[in-house]
């Protein structure tokens, strides 16, 4: 008998199957956020440290010689503009950042307090007819930018600013405290502690017709960075610009 047949198996498919997508869509990767080490970077600055009351300079690197001062909520001027050291130097001040990884030790010399001790033995005659200039008596002549005037004084060349300190480092002057005034030109109720005062600080205070002319400066000689050789005192004739209530009362 014939042995039984057997089918051929049919051809397999002659098509090749396609190739995979040459560019598969992908999802963007999240973009990392700031890292601890950012977030805590300190600025590299270092201004002089007068307007804190000390001779010098200040960075973030000797900010642990000022502790003493709360040197954290401090402002210093930095480019022209007033900062916050705690801004300005996050890894030092701010209590996230404070660990050993972070924060930098710095051991070095404690600055010098800046002494504002007039010198009582400077005397210099004046000329056209200002008499003697002595540090209580500068405001004589606070015209002629006095502070800077350089003298010989017991043999040495030095200026009057360094003789009278208290009257013409802005660091040995006090603002007048609890006081708003009112501008000339302007609506504006100015108080020494205002943010970006110096704005402001060259702006004339509104005073009676017959008083002397003031500028904000001369009121707030510490925060405007100036002298006070020419600080009027409370009872200075500013009757229609001394506001001595808060911002939103109204004036007499």
């Not at 606070?142 to 200026?159: L, P, Q, R, S, Y």
């Not at 402001?200 to 002319?213: G, I, K, Q, S």
Request: proline letters at 7%.
């Amino acid at each position: 008998t014939d042995s039984p047949s057997t089918t051929a198996p049919t051809a397999g498919p002659t098509v090749l199957p396609t190739s995979r997508p040459t560019n598969p869509p992908t999802t963007p990767e999240p973009t990392a956020g700031p890292t601890k080490e950012d977030s805590c970077q300190n600025s590299d600055f270092e201004v002089s440290a007068e307007s804190l009351g000390y001779t010098g300079k200040i960075s973030c690197e000797a900010l642990d010689m000022f502790k003493n001062i709360s040197v954290c909520r401090q402002k210093v001027t930095v480019n022209g503009r007033p900062r916050v050291i705690r801004n300005l130097c996050p890894g030092k001040c701010k209590q996230e950042c404070l660990d050993t990884t972070i924060q930098e030790q710095v051991a070095t010399e404690a600055p010098t307090v800046l002494s504002c001790e007039n010198n009582g033995a400077f005397r210099k005659r004046g000329g056209a007819g200002a008499g003697w200039i002595t540090c209580k008596l500068l405001h004589r002549v606070a015209h002629m930018d006095i502070c800077a005037m350089k003298v010989n004084f017991k043999g040495e060349k030095t200026t009057i600013r360094d003789l009278c300190p208290g009257k013409c480092k802005s660091a040995c002057c006090a603002d007048v405290e609890n006081i708003y005034l009112k501008l000339k030109n302007s609506k504006q109720r100015i108080n020494c502690n205002r943010d970006r005062i110096e704005r402001y600080c060259d702006e004339e205070v509104l005073t009676d017709a017959d008083a002397t002319p003031t500028q904000v400066r001369d009121w707030c000689p510490h925060a405007c960075g100036s002298t006070c050789v020419s600080m009027p005192d409370q009872k200075s004739r500013v009757d229609a610009g001394l506001v001595t209530s808060m911002p939103n009362t109204k004036s007499r």
